[in-house]
Each structure stands twice: as C-alpha cells, then as structure tokens.
C-alpha cells in the first residue's frame, strides 16, 4: 500500500498514478454521473458514498489494526440521531452540524472502546456486537426526534405537514446537489483516513496488527494508538450518520437494525478489507445491490442473501484480500490466458498441447 | 487447484440446498376459465371496469406501486392483488380499450431504497398514478415527493403520515383508528380498564387513541410499545393482564407474526378468562380462527373491512378474481385492501375525460367521493386537496367462532376522540363525501 | 425498598413478582440451550457457530412442511429436524473447516455468517412469510402443563431446561474424562499439532460436528415450539442474544453458560413488571454479557495476532 521500494522516479511514478486514478474516479462521480443517470440511481449512490465511510471505519479497525467492530451500525444510529436532535434544537450551518455530530459520535466510540480495549480478537468483536445490540433496543425504544422537547426530542403528536426534516446545506438543497456535497464530504473522509495510514498513526497500527508484544517493545503505547484508531472510525461514521440524516430527512428506527453491522462487515470483506477502495465496493454491496436487484433487474432480494453469504465464504477461503485485489488479478489472469490463445491461434502449428 | 475445489464445494452445496428447498415449495395452483367480472353492474353484481369480457389491445395505461417485503412482514400480497384486479379489468375491455400494466417494486424499509423507487416510478417508469403502496415508512419517506409532483396516492397505511398528510389516501383506517374501534367495542362490554399493546415503532401513534378512550369512559388506560420480534411472551402476556386487573380490557394490536406467541402465552398461563380481550384488524381471519379456538367469543377484533364471506357484491367478486388471477393469495385483509385500491384506482381512471395523463388521472382521483364498495360500511372518498384523508372511519367488530370469523357489531362510528376525525365527520357532510347521493 | 408490611420489593408486590421469576427460568432455558450449544460447538471445533440459529430454523421449516403437508409420522418429521442440523453441520465442517483450519477463530466465525446468510436467503426465497397466517410447529410437549408460583410452565420449557443441563454435564464429562473428548479439545486449540500426534483428525472433526450438529437440530425444534411462530429472521438472529449467555461463560465454562444463560433469561423477565426500565428489558442479555466480560477481562492482555490473511 505505501510502496515503499523503488526508485524516487518510481514512486513518484507509482504517487501520481494512483492520486491521477482518484481525481479521475471523483471526476466521474461528480460530473458524468448525474448527467448520464436519473434521480432514483443518484440517491441510491448518495447512500453508497455513505455507507463506504462506514466501511473505511471497519477497515481502519479490522485492516490496519486488527481489531473488528461488529457495532458500525450502530455507531451510524448514533450519528444519524445526533445529527436528527441537534437540527432539531438549534440551527447550525450544515458543516458545523456534521462536525459536532462526527465528535459527539466519537466520544461515544471511545467511551465503548475504552473499557473493550483490554478485549482482543473474538472477545472484542463480540463485545462491540453486545453494544450494538443494547444500542438497537434503546434507538427503538425512544425512536428518532420527530420535533419535540427534551432529551429524545420525541413527541407523540408530531405536526405531520409543518414538521422540518433535517435541514440540508443550502447550497445543496436538491438531490443531485446534495449527492455531489455527499461525495465531497465522503471523499474528505477518505483523505482523512488515508492522511491516518501514510503518517505516524499508520506504522503504529501495522505494528500493533503484526504482534503487540513487538510494538510494546519498540514504545509503541498500544492504548493511545488503538484508542485513536476507534476515535478516526467512530468520527467518520459519526460524519456519515450525519450525512445520512439529511439525506433521509426524517429518520426512524427501522434503518439500522443490528444485523445490518453484520451484513456490512460481510460486505467489506468480500469489497476487501485491506484498503479503502474495498470499503467503496463494500458500500455499493450494502446499497447498490439491492437497488439494482429490485428496480432495475426485477430479481428477488432474498437472492443477494445467498450471495452474500456464497460471497462471503468465497472470499475467505480464496481471496482474503477481496475484490479489489482478486479482481484485478483475475481480469489480469484473464488477459493473459486471452493473449496466450490469441498467440496460439494466430502464432501458426505449434505442437498441439 | 485445492482452492478450485473448495469453490466447487461451495456451489455444490449450495446448489444443493436450492434443489432441497424447491422440493419444499409449494406449487401454484391451476386456474379456472370461466368469464370473471363481465357483465352488467347492478345492486347485486360488481364487475371489473365496464364489464365487456373483451381483452384490452390498446396501449397500456401504466401504474405503479411500492410494497414493503422484509423477511416476517409481506405487505407485496397487497399490491399483487391489485394487480390481480388490474388483469380482471384487462379482460373486461380495460380502460377504454386501453389495458392497464402495473409496476410493482418492493421495498426492505431502507429509506433511500423508498425514495429511489418512488422517483424510478415517476420518472423513468413514467406511471400515471400510484396505487397499492403499503409499508411501516414510505408514506414519511415519500409524500413530499408525490406532492410535489402532483401524485395522489391510494392505498393501505400503518403509518401516521397515511392519515396525516394530502398526499395519500387509504383503504383502511390504521391502527390508531382500528385500536379506538377496539377500545370502545371492550368499553361497550364493561371494561373496566384497557391496556393496548403495540410494536414499539408504532406505538406512540397507535396507541394514543386508546388513552383518549379511557380517559372518556372514566377508566384507566396505559399503553405498552413491545419490541418485535417477541422474544419473552410469557413476560409480556403477563404484564398487560395484571396491569388490566380483573375484569379489565388487554387490546393487542399486532399482526400475525407476532399475535399467536402472545395469545399462546394466554392461553398457556390460564389467563383468556382473567380479562376482555380485542384486537386491532391483522388477526381477523380463518387461519387465527381454527388456531385460537380457546379465544371463541372472548377476541374482540376491530376490523376494517367487511367479511368476505358474507355474500355481498364486491366480497363475491374478491372471491372470483381470487380463483382466476390469483389462487396462491388465500383470502384475507390484505386482498381486500388490493381489491379496493385497484377498483378506486380504475374508477377514477374511467372517469378521466380526455387523454390519461398522470395530471388528469390524479386529478380524478382527488375528485373521487361517494364511491359505493360492498367491502365498506360507507362509501369511500378522497375529496379533492384536503389537509388529510381518513374515509374508511366507521366499522365493525368480529370475533372467532368455531374456525370461522362472525360479525358482533355492525358499522359502528369510531369515537371522535382526535381532533381529526371530529373534523373529517364535518367535511363530510359539509362537501357531501359520502352521504351515498 | 423492600418492605415486609406488603412483601413488596422496590415498589412491586411480591405476589405480581413471583410469576415473573418462573417465566424468567423458563426464558432463561432457551438462552441456556442456544448458549450451551454454541459453546459447545466452540469448544469442540474452535469455530463460533453464528449459523446455529438458522440450520435450527431451516430444520423446524422442515419439520413443519413435513408436519403439515404431508402424512410423514410426526416423530420422523421431528427427527428430519435433527437429522437436518447434523447433516448442515458436517458438510460444513468436513468441507470447509480444514480450510479455515490455521485461520484467526473471527474468520472462522465470518465463515458460520457466510452459512448463515445463504441459509436465510434461501429460507426467505423459498417459504416467504404470509400476510394472514404463521407456521406454527407444535410439539406434543407443550399441552402438558404445569403451574407454579402462580405461573404455567409446559413441558417443553423444562425439557429445554433438562436439554441444556444434561448437555452441560455431558460435555463438561466427555470433553474432560475420554480420549475423543481430549482429541476435541486439542484439535480446537492447534489443528496441526495434534495431527502430528497422530490422532485421527478427520474422524474426531466429524464427530465434533456431527454432536453439535446434532444439538443445533434439537435446540432448533425446541425453539420453533417456544417462540410460537416459525419466524427465521428472529430465530436466525436470537443467535446474537444467545452469545450473551456464551459470553458470560468466556466461551469456555460450560456452566457458567448455563447458569449465565438462566441469570439473563430472569434479569429480562423480572424487569418487566418495573415500569421505568420494563421497556428496554430485552436489553438485559447485551448488558449482562457487557458487565460479565468486561469484569473477566479486567487483567491487561496483550495479543499475538495470528498472520493477518
């Protein structure tokens, strides 16, 4: 990931051209896609974009540090309700919103991972998944603010017709807008993360993953970097949920269930759990596929169940990395076998194999 | 190649497992040929559209709808049974010689999954209406969009905003207004209190009617939201009937799914004779019936719509498109419900002067009043740009007799307790909605 | 407080609490035997069995298809439930658990997910749930009935009860006291080592997966009697709260699960009737497990990871 042999022209080389591969990829999301597709698909990219920081979260814990968080949703939930309640009680410009919200939603993160630190491997995913499940029956409980006072903000005779969703930015008020602000955002997310591996707090987690009793060894302070590592994930989703928010405009319980940090920790294995554009894939899984199973291919959603599912074995057997890494192989594979048959059949009579 | 074949493996199994489990479907049933739905219309014969028994050649008139599917709750039968009419209607000369096609997406709750669906309709499918919608959350999730594009929605709510908003107008009456039917079908009966029971979702808003109840008959009411699934029945059986005391009214408010654990849970702990039970619409049916034998007479259940066997014009109808078009859907509420947004949405579409556009078919649909449907105590109406909708707001009380589901009280009012229906009765009257002339 | 001029405790009689306790033994069954059994499977084979919840639901679906639509005896068709758990269990582990062999135990776990997931897909495909009627799977036991304390108990609440205690003891025994049971258990702790100790790997494997399968189909019946209605979502995800109970046993104490499980099933319970904190009483499995690990792993740990891949 950071390429670190090579001559200085390489990796300049090897620099450009992924940073050239990013600015290219945003070009197309930003500018080709909401020109080419209509209304229903740039919503359902605004939740893809979402839904891929949530994963970068995971893969920041689970790739980089080793540690799994089963209660990403969760965390979504929190994030989305913050954000819900906070617009609901004074009126922040949008960006202040999703900044508060991202802190709020990491001091929770933290204050989870604090006492689960001293957890590790099956133990520490379990946990988080406890939490997740005690966070999903209070959410359902006092439900989502709906425009009245105090604490939950819930009232049980809600004004239907007056009431104010969560405020988009006014720049950004129509879905297409606010699909490009989703994806600014979202990209700024991304470089905050990646910022995070290429700098001290990455080499701190690599060596952490590798074997802690080696980093203890070299000073590395073990608590403060895995702190850090559920404060970056638990603040990025926390931006997300906010995100989210707005994009619902009114939220319920019903879109986070807690099985769904399973499902999408099952996504951002098959997308690959080692690198950021994994969690990309990781979000169009989670929010693409049934989309486009439903509306545009007309197939039971019960099937992408089962394809999870197959997905999922798949990729831990025989592709650990997932596909963002089996998928270029492949198609590489696939090119040569291509080129090997094309030599073949036009290089003249070899001796038949 | 140990990888190659562990991916065989995998698909092996899997495979397997598919060939399993379609041995344990259950096939489709053969369909009869005999002429559903033609005819003439009279005061004891409903037919689909204008009843000609000639299919529809022209170019299709196109409908959409969203239906919830997740895996425990099917509200898709709804909308299929719609569709079902829609085929009926079809055979019968269509709309003008024009054939209806409807699009039918479903939804998994997720809210941008509901948005985007509502705008592929709209927008790419280019419907004219939609019609069928049922869910826990897109009226909340949608109906600023169908407003803002003009779209009047019919068909069959849970959710506050059904009720609450201009842009959608239902079949049924939810279950805030079917648990008032409840409350005072119990209060009728000398409860000496009621306790309500409802998914915690919706509990807020389905419950509130229930207190106001209360509160007007002097007695004490409390409401418990329930978390779903229904892990600890027992626990929770035990909880409503004590609070109710002896003697004291336990209305549930659940559908199918979760019901019959709660009811077993009664039964088991001895408590059907302990208090009045009653029950919003979901569990009137044969299925509830033949299994909750031990309720006979004791369930109270608020339902909506009439009873499907009892003989009348649309209920006969219901039942011969069942057999024709639609043999896997057994008979039930949720047919019903598609029945009647299928036979309001083909009203209005009938009555469109000119060309079908989805400005002139909503149009009619809000001009829609006093349409006479045999399934309703009174007749149903949109009425033109009102602030809310709630036409279905008188009905009957049923309960379980010997495998079948019987009428106890007919075409009762239900309570005025909301400000809302105080106002819709006013309406009512003052733009002659549904007075039947 | 609790006060003895009225026997009440914290503000609720004691003669509306008493029911609460023996419904609360009765739930805490159903945790116990989900728990046991996921811990057993553990145990045996190091794999966290996240599927036992839906092969047990996919096998009731089975029972219940036999039970009602076809003339199949109804004690075969109980039987094709277990012997449904125990075939899902060994192709999964004979097949693809020597892959996962060296692997971290979570992607083991990941692995059961995958299952899990194809399991509710095909189950949700292939018998969609009905707008007006519900599978209910009934076994003869639960028309015997038995009150106490002022509440019902039927006969398949204890025989959940009994289920989840001779299986503790059982295993605790054979795990501890026989050959095959001590080959378990090395098997779990290092697949490759024991292999070069010459004990037969792949045959303890399948026993392993066989016994648990076999308890998976069996806790999968009793389940689908309890919860009244054949519903898979709930069954397939009771497996998370059922973890409570395994985790209160660190995955490793047969009966603290057991125990664990029971001390959650009446925590929930007995909260019901207090009205402050009866509403997020299905809470009570997610914080007691919290509580329990959180105090059990209370001395620094510091890891080894295992190769990441």
Redesign the interface.
């Known amino acids: 990931m950071l390429g670190l042999t090579g001559s200085p022209a390489e990796l300049a080389r090897g620099v450009i051209g992924r940073s050239a591969i990013i600015v290219a990829f945003l070009g197309v999301a930003l500018f080709v896609v909401p020109a080419v597709l209509?209304?229903?698909?740039i919503?359902?990219l605004?939740?893809v974009a979402i839904y891929a920081v949530v994963a970068a979260g995971l893969v920041t814990l689970y790739g980089r540090v080793?540690m799994?968080s089963l209660g990403q949703i969760a965390l979504l939930a929190i994030g989305t309700w913050t954000a819900t309640r906070i617009s609901y009680a004074a009126d922040l410009p949008f960006p202040i919103l999703l900044l508060v919200t991202g802190a709020i939603t990491c001091g929770v993160g933290v204050l989870i991972g604090l006492?689960?630190l001293?957890?590790?491997?099956?133990?520490l995913?379990?946990?988080t998944?406890?939490?997740a499940?005690?966070v999903n029956?209070?959410l359902?409980?006092i439900?989502f603010p709906n425009g009245g006072h105090g604490f939950t903000g819930?009232t049980?005779?809600?004004d239907?017709?007056g009431l104010q969703p969560v405020g988009r930015p006014g720049i950004a008020g129509g879905d297409t807008a606010y699909y490009r602000y989703t994806i600014v955002v979202c990209a700024l997310m991304f470089l905050l993360i990646a910022a995070h591996f290429a700098s001290k707090p990455g080499r701190a987690w690599a060596s952490i993953?590798?074997?802690?009793?080696a980093a203890?060894a070299t000073g590395v302070n073990?608590v403060r970097y895995k702190l850090w590592a559920f404060a970056l994930a638990s603040f990025t989703t926390g931006v997300a949920g906010g995100l989210l928010a707005a994009?619902?405009?009114?939220?319920?319980?019903?879109?986070f269930p807690?099985?769904d940090s399973?499902?999408l920790?099952?996504a951002a294995?098959i997308g690959g759990i080692?690198s950021l554009w994994g969690a990309v894939i990781a979000g169009a899984f989670s929010?693409l596929a049934?989309?486009l199973f439903?509306?545009q291919w007309g197939i039971?959603?019960?099937?992408?169940?089962?394809?999870?599912?197959?997905?999922?074995?798949?990729v831990?057997?025989?592709a650990?990395?997932g596909i963002v890494v089996q998928m270029p192989k492949d198609i590489a594979n696939l090119g040569k076998l291509g080129a090997h048959l094309f030599r073949k059949v036009t290089g003249g009579s070899r001796s038949p194999e | 190649m140990r990888s190659t074949k562990i991916k065989l493996s995998v698909m092996c199994a899997v495979a397997g497992l598919l060939v399993l489990s379609a041995a344990l479907a259950t096939g489709a049933g053969a369909t009869s040929t005999a002429a559903v739905g033609s005819g003439k219309a009279s005061a004891t014969k409903s037919v689909c559209g204008a009843g000609t028994g000639k299919k529809a050649t022209g170019k299709p008139i196109k409908l959409g709808g969203i239906d919830m599917l997740i895996p425990g709750v099917d509200f898709t039968t709804i909308g299929k049974f719609a569709a079902a009419y829609f085929k009926c209607v079809n055979d019968n000369g269509g709309i003008n010689g024009r054939p209806i096609k409807y699009i039918l997406y479903n939804e998994q709750l997720n809210p941008t999954q509901q948005a985007a669906l509502a705008k592929k309709l709209v927008e790419s499918d280019k419907v004219v209406g939609i019609v069928g919608n049922t869910s826990f959350t897109e009226c909340g999730t949608n109906w600023k969009y169908y407003k803002s594009k003009g779209f009047t929605v019919i068909g069959a709510g849970v959710q506050a905003e059904c009720f609450g908003t201009p842009t959608f107008v239902e079949s049924n009456m939810g279950p805030r207004y079917s648990n008032i039917g409840a409350a005072q079908a119990l209060v009728r009966r000398g409860a000496k209190s009621l306790m309500v029971a409802s998914p915690d979702t919706i509990s807020a808003y389905a419950d509130g009617g229930v207190l106001k109840v209360a509160q007007a008959a002097g007695i004490p009411g409390k409401a418990f939201p329930i978390k779903l699934p229904i892990t600890d029945a027992n626990s929770t059986i035990l909880q409503l009937v004590q609070a109710a005391g002896e003697g004291g009214g336990v209305i549930l408010d659940f559908t199918p799914d979760s019901a019959p654990a709660l009811m077993q849970a009664a039964i088991a702990q001895g408590l059907v004779d302990k208090v009045i039970w009653g029950s919003s619409t979901p569990i009137a049916n044969a299925f509830m019936a033949k299994q909750f034998g031990a309720f006979d007479g004791k369930m109270h259940i608020n339902q909506e719509f009439g009873n499907i066997n009892d003989g009348s014009p649309d209920e006969n109808l219901y039942l011969a498109i069942t057999k024709k078009y639609a043999p896997s859907i057994s008979p039930q509420a949720f047919g019903q419900m598609g029945f009647m947004d299928a036979k309001f949405a083909v009203q209005a579409l009938l009555s469109v002067k000119g060309q079908v556009t989805a400005a002139s078919y909503n149009k009619a649909v809000r001009a829609l009043k006093n349409v006479k449907t045999s399934m309703l105590c009174k007749p149903w109406y949109v009425g033109n740009n009102l602030a809310y909708h709630i036409p279905n707001n008188t009905d009957i009380t049923v309960t379980y007799k010997a495998g079948e589901v019987v009428t106890e009280d007919k075409c009762i009012p239900i309570q005025a307790v909301d400000p809302e229906l105080t106002q819709t009765r006013k309406w009512e009257t003052q733009f002659n909605l549904n007075t039947g002339k | 407080m609790i006060s003895f001029a009225t026997t009440t405790i914290f503000g609720v009689d004691w003669i509306f609490l008493k029911p609460y306790i023996v419904v609360g033994l009765a739930l805490g069954g159903v945790y116990a035997l989900s728990g046991v059994g996921v811990v057993v499977l553990y145990q045996a084979t190091g794999v966290l069995n996240l599927a036992f919840g839906a092969i047990g639901a996919a096998g009731a679906l089975i029972s219940y298809y036999l039970v009602n639509h076809t003339s199949t005896p109804h004690w075969i068709a109980y039987l094709a439930c277990v012997v449904f758990g125990a075939i899902v269990n060994v192709v999964y582990g004979m097949v693809l658990g020597p892959a996962f062999a060296g692997r971290d135990p979570l992607v083991k776990m990941m692995g059961t997910l995958g299952l899990a997931l194809i399991l509710l897909g095909v189950m949700a495909w292939r018998a969609p749930a009905g707008g007006a009627f519900v599978r209910v799977l009934q076994l003869p036991t639960s028309n015997h009935r038995y009150t106490v304390f002022g509440a019902t108990v039927n006969l398949t609440q204890i025989l959940a009860l009994v289920f989840a205690l001779v299986l503790t003891v059982g295993t605790t025994a054979f795990l501890r006291f026989t050959k095959i049971g001590t080959a378990m258990r090395a098997l779990a702790s290092d697949r490759e080592i024991t292999a070069t100790l010459g004990v037969p790997v792949r045959r303890v494997e399948l026993a392993a997966w066989l016994g648990s399968g076999i308890v998976c189909g069996a806790a999968g019946l009793l389940l689908a009697d309890l919860f009244t209605s054949l519903d898979y979502t709930a069954l397939t995800f009771l497996v998370i709260s059922s973890l409570a109970a395994a985790l209160i046993g660190r995955l490793q104490s047969l009966w603290v699960t057991l125990l664990g499980g029971l001390a959650v099933g009446l925590a929930q319970a007995v909260a019901t009737p207090y009205s402050s904190i009866s509403a997020y009483r299905t809470a009570a499995p997610f914080v007691l497990a919290i509580i329990a690990l959180l105090y059990l792993g209370r001395h620094r740990t510091v890891t080894l990871s295992r190769t990441a891949g």
């Open positions: 209509g209304g229903d698909w919503k359902t605004t939740a080793g799994i006492p689960a001293r957890l590790s491997g099956l133990y995913a379990l946990i998944l406890m939490a499940g005690a029956v209070v359902t409980t439900n819930r049980s005779t809600p239907l017709s993953r590798e074997s802690e009793p203890l073990i994009q619902l405009g009114q939220p319920t319980a019903f879109g807690t099985q399973l499902t920790l099952a294995l080692y929010q049934p989309f439903q509306a039971d959603p019960n099937f992408l169940l089962i394809i999870f599912g197959v997905g999922l074995l798949q831990l057997l025989t650990p990395r």
